[in-house]
């Protein structure tokens, strides 16, 4: 993070401030995760640092957290190194305005069956976001002309022309979205751009743009920069259904926020969780990984797993260099750079969503969150950080007047995830034409593993995907240290 972004910012420095804590603080088990929840100073290190462990692994997100809970099940002794000064990478639950609320990953659904799993192991309830099934509607069409709708009154037209986006054969396309390599001829489609799809849509020009910008949303881009075929790919594992791909992406939330989740996650790795602390290389031979720290620490293991995000994974060196597909994939980068801010309304307003296509609008998508002391929460979108700067007040203000011409905000945060220097962008979404790296970016590479959200098999670019990943890594890395 720079100085600039902390300008305005409600949250503690210290939460925000990647190493706040300074370098190479150990947290372990159930005591050091419960430290970090209590923001409290943690100053207590792990119990049993001084052996090498068995597996590193690169990243305290959803994917690293579960592959380390998986090895524990399995034995294993092991490290996490975590660059940022807090747990859950691309998820983030801090205080806005009094509340817990998720800047980064947030909904969830029962058919996304790996967080469905963690759900229910650990009994986190879930909390909704009204606004995902909000009637009225406010749309700036293409001329940001602002029309007041009533969405049921259009739901069936703007149902068959979100299908028709999929030119009508996502089922026959992506029949089994959730193995990607049964059949790999859907790949043959990846050289569509979302945005050369929207126009046959429908020959309403206001149903269309609701289908940009409910695309547009989650391309987290300009829909050129967005791959049509990822988009179907969500679409299937939605059951090739809008209204079910709306409540997965934006209607169910975990009480309290995801931290609550990851954190009880954490507690049951029993692994040493060294925050603050960001890999710059890893070296392998036949027999060992040595994993090297930005301060110049090295640590051994027999294996290793990587959960670093595709936007950034060049920027760690591995030796023997990355397979070339991976190096490509990194180089290129996902399209993800969308925004997000929590906003606060200083008067009530009943239960809303606005929409907007235009590519140049600083927000297109906003929902109506909830009432309370007579203010209204929202969580809005933006298409990038470019058209927006999410904590200044009056440019948010300026954005929301477009859909409410009275709005005044009185406040307003969002964490900039493309400043980040671990992360550079939000979720993931391919480009046109980036599902062929999906294989080699799965693939191990000697005894290092590869594992995120960003490659997941089933709902990539979600907290869903990171898990998978986790799961199927963990048990990958077990299998070859059985056999080795
Ligand atoms: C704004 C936003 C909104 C989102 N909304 C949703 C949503 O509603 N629902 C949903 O399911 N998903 C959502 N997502 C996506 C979801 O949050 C991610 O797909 C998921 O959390 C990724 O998990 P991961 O473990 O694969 O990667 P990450 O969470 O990115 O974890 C990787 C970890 O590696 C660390 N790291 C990076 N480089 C280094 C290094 N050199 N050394 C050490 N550590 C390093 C990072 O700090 C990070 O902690 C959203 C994401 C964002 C940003």
Redesign the pocket.
């Known amino acids: 993070m720079t100085e600039e972004q902390d300008e305005g910012i409600s949250l503690s420095r210290r939460d925000v401030f990647?190493g706040a804590l300074g370098a190479g603080v150990t947290l372990a088990g159930a005591a050091g995760v419960a430290a970090l929840n209590e923001n409290s100073q943690i100053d207590s290190v792990s119990s049993d640092s001084t052996s090498d462990p068995d597996v590193v692994i690169?990243?305290?997100?959803?994917?690293?957290?579960?592959a380390a809970r998986e090895l524990r099940r399995y034995g294993y002794k092991v490290v996490i190194?975590?660059?940022?000064n807090r747990?859950?990478?691309?998820?983030f639950t801090n205080e806005f305005e009094g509340k817990s609320v998720?800047?980064?990953?947030?909904?969830?659904h029962w058919l996304?069956p790996y967080?469905w799993a963690e759900i229910g192991r650990y009994g986190v309830e879930l909390e909704e976001t009204h606004g995902a099934t909000a009637t009225d509607v406010i749309l700036l069409d293409y001329d940001g002309k602002r029309h007041e709708l009533n969405f049921l009154s259009i739901f069936e037209e703007f149902n068959a022309a979100a299908e028709k986006f999929f030119d009508n054969k996502a089922y026959l396309t992506l029949p089994r979205p959730a193995e990607p390599f049964v059949d790999t001829d859907w790949m043959e489609e990846d050289r569509v751009a979302a945005k050369e799809k929207i126009q046959s849509s429908s020959d309403n020009p206001i149903i269309q743009a609701l289908v940009e910008t409910l695309y547009g949303l989650y391309g987290a881009s300009e829909l050129s920069n967005v791959s049509w075929i990822h988009l179907m790919r969500w679409y299937a594992l939605s059951g090739y259904n809008i209204t079910n791909m709306n409540d997965i992406?934006?209607r169910f939330?975990i009480k309290g926020g995801?931290r609550n989740l990851l954190d009880r996650m954490a507690e049951d790795t029993n692994a040493d969780i060294r925050i603050g602390?960001?890999?710059?290389s890893v070296e392998q031979d036949s027999n060992n990984v040595t994993i090297t720290?930005?301060s110049g620490d090295k640590l051994t293991c027999k294996a290793a797993i990587c959960?670093?995000?595709l936007n950034?994974l060049q920027?760690?060196k591995f030796s023997p260099t990355l397979n070339t597909q991976k190096l490509a994939a990194a180089k290129e980068g996902h399209a993800?750079t969308?925004?997000?801010v929590h906003i606060r309304l200083d008067k009530e307003y009943s239960n809303f969503s606005a929409w907007s296509p235009g590519g140049d609008t600083p927000l297109n998508f906003v929902l109506w969150e909830g009432v309370e002391d007579g203010k209204t929460s929202l969580i809005a979108f933006g298409p990038s950080p470019e058209t927006l700067n999410v904590n200044d007040i009056e440019a948010v203000e300026a954005a929301m007047k477009k859909f409410i011409p009275d709005a005044k905000v009185s406040a307003c945060y969002g964490?900039d995830?493309n400043l980040?220097?671990?992360?550079k962008?939000?979720?993931?979404v391919y480009r046109p034409g980036q599902s062929r790296f999906l294989e080699q970016l799965q693939k191990p590479e000697g005894r290092v593993h590869f594992?995120?959200?960003?490659w997941a098999s089933g709902?990539v670019?979600?907290?869903?995907?990171?898990i998978e990943?986790?799961i199927v890594n963990a048990s990958a890395l077990h299998e070859q240290l059985t056999n080795a």
């Open positions: 990647v690169i990243g305290a997100g959803f994917s690293g957290i579960t190194l975590e660059a940022r747990l859950g990478g691309r998820t998720d800047f980064g990953g947030t909904w969830v996304q967080i992406t934006a939330k995801t602390t960001a890999v710059s720290t930005e959960t670093v995000p950034v920027d760690v993800g969308a925004t997000k964490y995830w980040d220097p671990y992360s962008g939000v979720w993931c594992s995120s959200a960003d709902w670019g979600s907290i869903d995907g990171a990943q986790g």
